[in-house]
């Protein structure tokens, strides 16, 4: 069975520093893995994906994330937060065969301090 | 290209009565599932569906709740006799049908909350 832990339920940081976000995963085979962001009262914007190609996937707004399978890892990093980055992030796992049915982390608030 | 539509945004529902999300894919999707948010928790799968079948209600709650996706017209998840604990956002997303190769898009939800 497939789990996603998010290791940090609220990252504080100033603006202009970088900014990580820790998510651990549980997957008995080849996973795909996501960061989702969340807005309050939006729906969820993909930030970016991990499907088994390169181990470090680039999203958009200058956020990363490096795949390590021996660390059973998928961290979410930017070099320089911004005040709009401040959002709830979420971390998410499925199986390439399981369709849309995704296994959300319990999610990490990120605030931005000026 | 419109993104997935979900309506309505916001629903209010007394205790015992019925409460109807309705969800409109992205142009080109087949594939539509619902997923409930609860207050301070991530997103929970309830439900997958493709045009006229349901693949997938596994994380559906075994009664009050009901979800279908007809030949024409939206997606639609039906609660009945709205309980307190319904009270959470709901969202729809949708997906071509190769879904390994894509990404699955959501809406930007339905927060019900009952009174």
């Known amino acids: 069975a497939q789990s996603v832990t998010q290791l940090d339920s609220h990252v504080s940081v100033s603006e202009g520093t970088p900014v990580l976000l820790r998510c651990n995963y549980s997957?008995?085979?080849?996973?795909?893995l996501f960061w989702y962001v969340q807005h309050p009262n939006k729906g969820l914007q993909l930030l970016l994906k991990?499907?088994?190609?390169?181990?470090l996937v680039k999203g958009i707004n200058g956020f990363e994330a490096e795949f390590k399978k021996s660390e059973t890892s998928f961290h979410l990093t930017k070099p320089s937060a911004h005040m709009s980055d401040a959002a709830e992030y979420f971390c998410v796992v499925t199986l390439y065969n399981q369709g849309g049915k995704l296994i959300f982390g319990q999610g990490t608030e990120l605030s931005v301090k000026p | 290209n419109a993104g997935v539509m979900q309506n309505p945004r916001h629903l209010v529902r007394r205790r015992g009565q019925e409460a109807r999300l309705r969800c409109s894919p992205m142009?080109?999707?087949?594939?539509v599932y619902w997923y409930r948010q609860l207050p301070e928790e991530g997103l929970k799968f309830m439900v997958y569906l493709q045009k006229e079948n349901i693949i997938d209600e596994s994380g559906m709650p075994k009664e009050r709740f009901s979800a279908e996706f007809p030949k024409e017209g939206p997606s639609i998840l039906r609660i009945q006799q709205v309980v307190r604990g319904d009270s959470a956002a709901y969202f729809c997303a949708s997906s071509p049908m190769d879904w390994g190769r894509n990404t699955i898009y959501f809406g930007e939800g339905s927060w019900l909350t009952v009174v």
């Open positions: 142009k080109g999707h087949s594939h």
């Open positions: 991990y499907t088994s190609a390169a181990t």
């Open positions: 997957s008995s085979y080849s996973p795909s």
